[in-house]
Protein backbone atom coordinates (compact mmCIF):
# COMPACT_ATOMS: atom_id res chain seq x y z
CA UNK A 1 0.00 0.00 0.00
CA UNK A 2 0.91 3.54 0.20
CA UNK A 3 2.57 3.31 3.75
CA UNK A 4 4.72 0.43 2.46
CA UNK A 5 6.14 2.45 -0.79
CA UNK A 6 6.80 5.62 1.17
CA UNK A 7 8.78 4.02 3.58
CA UNK A 8 10.72 1.84 1.03
CA UNK A 9 11.24 5.48 -0.29
CA UNK A 10 12.32 6.52 2.61
CA UNK A 11 14.87 3.52 3.40
CA UNK A 12 16.57 3.92 -0.06
CA UNK A 13 16.84 8.00 -0.14
CA UNK A 14 20.14 9.39 -0.29
CA UNK A 15 19.23 12.76 -0.80
CA UNK A 16 19.51 16.12 1.67
CA UNK A 17 15.62 16.59 1.32
CA UNK A 18 12.71 14.46 1.34
CA UNK A 19 9.24 15.06 -0.48
CA UNK A 20 6.18 13.33 -1.54
CA UNK A 21 4.16 13.52 -4.37
CA UNK A 22 0.72 11.24 -4.87
CA UNK A 23 0.76 9.34 -7.97
CA UNK A 24 -3.17 10.82 -9.22
CA UNK A 25 -2.05 14.22 -8.32
CA UNK A 26 0.81 16.55 -10.17
CA UNK A 27 3.22 19.14 -9.26
CA UNK A 28 4.24 22.72 -11.16
CA UNK A 29 7.85 22.94 -12.33
CA UNK A 30 9.27 25.37 -10.05
CA UNK A 31 7.49 23.52 -7.06
CA UNK A 32 10.79 21.93 -5.89
CA UNK A 33 13.00 25.02 -6.51
CA UNK A 34 10.28 27.16 -4.01
CA UNK A 35 10.16 24.93 -1.31
CA UNK A 36 14.40 24.16 -1.62
CA UNK A 37 14.69 27.82 -1.74
CA UNK A 38 13.07 28.23 1.35
CA UNK A 39 14.52 25.50 3.36
CA UNK A 40 17.82 26.75 3.01
CA UNK A 41 17.39 30.73 3.26
CA UNK A 42 15.30 30.34 6.25
CA UNK A 43 17.69 27.59 7.86
CA UNK A 44 14.42 25.37 8.18
CA UNK A 45 13.97 21.43 8.62
CA UNK A 46 10.47 21.65 6.51
CA UNK A 47 9.30 23.83 3.92
CA UNK A 48 5.56 23.59 2.88
CA UNK A 49 4.01 25.49 -0.08
CA UNK A 50 0.35 25.80 -0.90
CA UNK A 51 -2.06 23.52 -3.27
CA UNK A 52 -5.18 23.96 -5.23
CA UNK A 53 -8.12 21.50 -5.19
CA UNK A 54 -8.63 19.90 -8.62
CA UNK A 55 -12.16 18.48 -9.69
CA UNK A 56 -12.27 15.67 -12.53
CA UNK A 57 -13.82 18.42 -14.27
CA UNK A 58 -10.37 20.85 -14.37
CA UNK A 59 -11.82 23.21 -12.15
CA UNK A 60 -9.32 24.58 -9.44
CA UNK A 61 -9.41 26.12 -6.75
CA UNK A 62 -6.70 27.37 -4.36
CA UNK A 63 -6.37 25.87 -0.81
CA UNK A 64 -5.10 29.20 1.42
CA UNK A 65 -5.11 32.23 1.59
CA UNK A 66 -1.54 34.34 0.32
CA UNK A 67 1.02 34.72 3.34
CA UNK A 68 4.14 33.59 4.51
CA UNK A 69 5.19 32.07 7.53
CA UNK A 70 8.62 31.46 9.37
CA UNK A 71 7.54 29.73 12.40
CA UNK A 72 9.63 27.81 15.52
CA UNK A 73 9.20 24.79 17.10
CA UNK A 74 6.53 25.91 19.01
CA UNK A 75 4.53 28.07 16.72
CA UNK A 76 4.87 24.93 14.55
CA UNK A 77 3.30 22.91 17.01
CA UNK A 78 0.24 25.28 17.46
CA UNK A 79 -0.53 25.80 13.96
CA UNK A 80 -0.43 22.19 13.53
CA UNK A 81 -2.77 21.14 16.11
CA UNK A 82 -5.10 23.96 15.95
CA UNK A 83 -5.45 23.23 12.02
CA UNK A 84 -4.31 26.52 11.13
CA UNK A 85 -1.45 27.17 8.70
CA UNK A 86 -0.29 24.24 8.72
CA UNK A 87 -1.70 20.94 6.35
CA UNK A 88 -1.41 17.51 7.97
CA UNK A 89 -0.82 15.82 4.82
CA UNK A 90 2.81 15.20 3.56
CA UNK A 91 2.54 16.08 -0.19
CA UNK A 92 3.07 20.11 0.13
CA UNK A 93 6.16 19.36 2.31
CA UNK A 94 10.07 19.65 1.53
CA UNK A 95 11.75 17.42 4.74
CA UNK A 96 15.39 17.45 5.71
CA UNK A 97 16.11 14.31 5.30
CA UNK A 98 17.69 14.64 9.05
CA UNK A 99 14.34 15.04 11.14
CA UNK A 100 12.62 12.25 9.09
CA UNK A 101 15.53 9.45 8.63
CA UNK A 102 14.33 7.31 11.85
CA UNK A 103 10.49 7.94 11.19
CA UNK A 104 8.35 5.45 9.17
CA UNK A 105 4.84 5.68 8.09
CA UNK A 106 2.46 3.27 9.94
CA UNK A 107 1.13 0.69 8.48
CA UNK A 108 -2.75 -0.54 9.30
CA UNK A 109 -6.14 -1.00 7.27
CA UNK A 110 -6.99 2.73 7.81
CA UNK A 111 -6.92 4.56 4.56
CA UNK A 112 -6.71 7.71 6.10
CA UNK A 113 -4.66 9.36 8.60
CA UNK A 114 -1.06 8.09 7.99
CA UNK A 115 0.44 11.44 7.02
CA UNK A 116 -1.34 13.17 10.52
CA UNK A 117 0.46 10.30 12.33
CA UNK A 118 4.12 11.14 10.63
CA UNK A 119 3.75 14.71 11.27
CA UNK A 120 2.95 14.32 14.76
CA UNK A 121 6.25 11.98 15.26
CA UNK A 122 8.31 14.84 12.81
CA UNK A 123 7.34 17.71 14.79
CA UNK A 124 9.80 15.95 17.63
CA UNK A 125 12.69 17.14 15.82
CA UNK A 126 11.56 20.27 14.00
CA UNK A 127 12.81 23.86 15.01
CA UNK A 128 11.74 26.02 12.07
CA UNK A 129 9.25 25.53 9.54
CA UNK A 130 8.46 27.78 6.55
CA UNK A 131 5.33 28.17 5.14
CA UNK A 132 4.78 29.67 1.82
CA UNK A 133 1.19 30.26 0.45
CA UNK A 134 1.59 32.74 -1.94
CA UNK A 135 1.31 30.53 -4.77
CA UNK A 136 0.25 27.14 -5.27
CA UNK A 137 2.72 24.39 -6.83
CA UNK A 138 0.86 21.09 -5.91
CA UNK A 139 -2.33 20.07 -7.76
CA UNK A 140 -4.26 17.73 -5.48
CA UNK A 141 -6.36 15.70 -7.81
CA UNK A 142 -10.01 14.61 -6.06
CA UNK A 143 -11.59 12.07 -7.54
CA UNK A 144 -14.54 9.60 -6.54
CA UNK A 145 -12.37 6.81 -6.26
CA UNK A 146 -9.76 8.94 -4.01
Known amino acids: GLADARNF ?3 HATGKYIAFVDSDDYIE ?10 ITEYNADIAEIDFCLVDENGYTKK ?4 NFHVL ?3 E ?6 SG ?6 VWCKLYSRDI ?19 NLEVLNNVTRVVVDTREYYY ?8
Not at 139 to 146: E, F, Q
Open 76 to 81: TVKEFL
Open 100 to 118: IKDIKFQINNRSIGEDLLF
Open 29 to 38: VAMFERMHDN
Open 84 to 89: SNIENN
Open 9 to 11: GLE
Open 63 to 66: KRNS
Open 72 to 74: TRE
Open 139 to 146: NYVIRNSS
